[in-house]
T-cell receptor, first 110, second 119 residues
Framework: GQNIDQPTEMTATEGAIVQINCTYQ??????LFWYQQHAGEAPTFLSY????GLEEKGRFSSFLSRSKGYSYLLLKELQMKDSASYLC???????????FGKGTKLSVKP | GAVVSQHPSWVICKSGTSVKIECRSL??????MFWYRQFPKQSLMLMAT?????????EQGVEKDKFLINHASLTLSTLTVTSAHPEDSSFYIC???????????????FGPGTRLLVL
């Protein structure tokens, strides 16, 4: 079967650093995505990892360990606008479709 | 780049009517488009995958006769909810994947979504 786990909710303080973890079990693996979704809006692409290691893009970084079936999204210098749901997704379907986790709702407080 | 539009953004309709939602890739050719549904506080659920010029592949439990998908060109896919009922009220989101060179080829770019309310 295919399964993606991530925490349901997290809270952090403005200016701080937060790490959102994601573990996955899939029959195949062709890459892992992180998307940001603000309430009532569609997801926007943040990052893509297919090889082990850390990918850095501005304040956001994403890490992948294929042997452990594990990824994390690291957000630095948190801003209020970072309050959103963060979706971990793996390419796993027969059509190359994304399989999404349930998302982690991040609340950034002053 | 990699802009996907959806129209309409909001639909309110009476039970029994049909609703058509359009999904367009504006600056790239989308060889594959995906249709998702999202209920409040839940994750995205894939409904179907469509490749240009071929029949859509539906996920288990999704009625293909109720949710008609057409992918007539590399920039347009449509989802028609036939004989809509209140339980079909949801947030419908499309995504497109194609030859956009600005990101990994496997990246899906999402439209802004369509809120459907069936009375």
């Amino acid at each position: 079967g295919q399964n993606i786990d991530q925490p349901t909710e997290m809270t952090a303080t403005e200016g701080a650093i937060v790490q959102i973890n994601c573990t996955y079990q899939t029959s195949g693996f062709n890459g892992l995505f992180w998307y940001q979704q603000h309430a009532g809006e569609a997801p926007t692409f943040l990052s893509y990892n297919v090889l082990d290691g850390l990918e850095e893009k501005g304040r956001f970084s994403s890490f992948l360990s294929r042997s452990k079936g594990y990824s994390y999204l690291l957000l630095k210098e948190l801003q209020m606008k970072d309050s959103a749901s963060y979706l971990c997704a793996v390419i796993g379907g027969s059509q190359g479709n994304l399989i999404f986790g349930k998302g982690t709702k991040l609340s950034v407080k002053p | 780049g990699a802009v996907v539009s959806q129209h309409p953004s909001w639909v309110i309709c009476k039970s029994g009517t049909s609703v058509k939602i359009e999904c367009r890739s504006l600056d790239f050719q989308a060889t594959t488009m995906f249709w998702y549904r999202q209920f409040p506080k839940q994750s995205l659920m894939l409904m179907a995958t469509s490749n240009e010029g071929s029949k859509a592949t539906y996920e288990q439990g999704v009625e293909k006769d109720k949710f008609l998908i057409n992918h007539a060109s590399l920039t347009l896919s449509t989802l028609t909810v036939t004989s809509a009922h209140p339980e079909d009220s949801s947030f419908y989101i499309c995504s497109a994947r194609g030859g956009f060179s600005g990101g990994p080829a496997e990246t899906q770019y999402f439209g802004p979504g369509t809120r459907l309310l069936v009375l």
